[in-house]
């Protein structure tokens, strides 16, 4: 199965100046919930903007650069051995914008974090097709000391799953 994992402010926001526009960690931890044991597959700028891959979890970065070299990832140049590999195992699509819109006719999950509030920001996520998408959970949350917005996780499976 292929899933997009991602948070977005109230304009679909995701990033600014190669970095989240926000600190929630409820939201880190969820991620990690999501994807600890998974492939977990980036672009090479959100790779950069980490700084180092994500622990206990496979790490494929995509490039064009056929030079590039990571010691803590494996460097991919296409998407088909990607969605060869998401036939049989779960593979998370974890970003960028660039990323999301290279595998959006391919995703069957989307797992969305909605951040009640509005930021500045250069990155957003791509168009997605709702009428392709049916909700099937949600889950609100509230602000808390940690956590300065209200935040909601959702998620959706495409109406006909992709063969
Ligand atoms: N809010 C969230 O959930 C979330 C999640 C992830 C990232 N982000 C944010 O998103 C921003 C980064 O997104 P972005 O769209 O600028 O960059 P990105 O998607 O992380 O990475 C773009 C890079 O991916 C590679 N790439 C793109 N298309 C490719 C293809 N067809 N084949 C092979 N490689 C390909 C290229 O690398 P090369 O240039 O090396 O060829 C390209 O420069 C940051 O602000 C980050 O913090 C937010």
């Known amino acids: ?28 931890r969820f991620f990690k919930e999501q994807t ?8 090479r700028k959100t790779y950069e903007s980490l ?8 790490n494929l970065v995509l490039s064009r650069s056929r030079d590039l070299r990571l010691s803590d990832a494996e460097v991919v140049h296409e ?11 779960d593979i998370f699509i974890c970003g960028g ?3 999301y819109r290279l595998f959006m006719p391919y ?3 989307l797992i ?9 920001a250069d990155t957003k996520f791509p168009e997605v097709d709702w009428s392709k998408f049916t909700e099937t959970s949600r889950m609100e949350n ?14 959706y499976v495409r109406k006909k799953p992709n063969q």
Request: hydrophobic share 40%; no cysteine; aromatic share 8%.
């Open 51 to 58: 700084g180092k891959a994500l622990p206990n979890r496979e």
């Open 112 to 120: 969305v974090t909605k951040i009640a509030a509005t930021f500045s």
């Open 97 to 99: 914008a660039e990323i």
């Open 79 to 89: 998407v088909e051995p990607i969605l060869a590999r998401a036939k049989t195992e």
């Open 107 to 109: 995703v069957d999950r």
């Open 1 to 28: 199965m292929l899933t997009f994992i991602w948070a977005q402010d109230e304009q679909g926001a995701i990033g600014k100046d190669n970095r989240m526009p926000w600190h929630l960690p409820a939201d880190l």
């Open 142 to 155: 509230k602000k808390d000391e940690k956590n300065p917005y209200d935040y909601t996780f959702v998620t």
């Open 36 to 43: 600890t044991g998974k492939t977990i597959v980036m672009g």
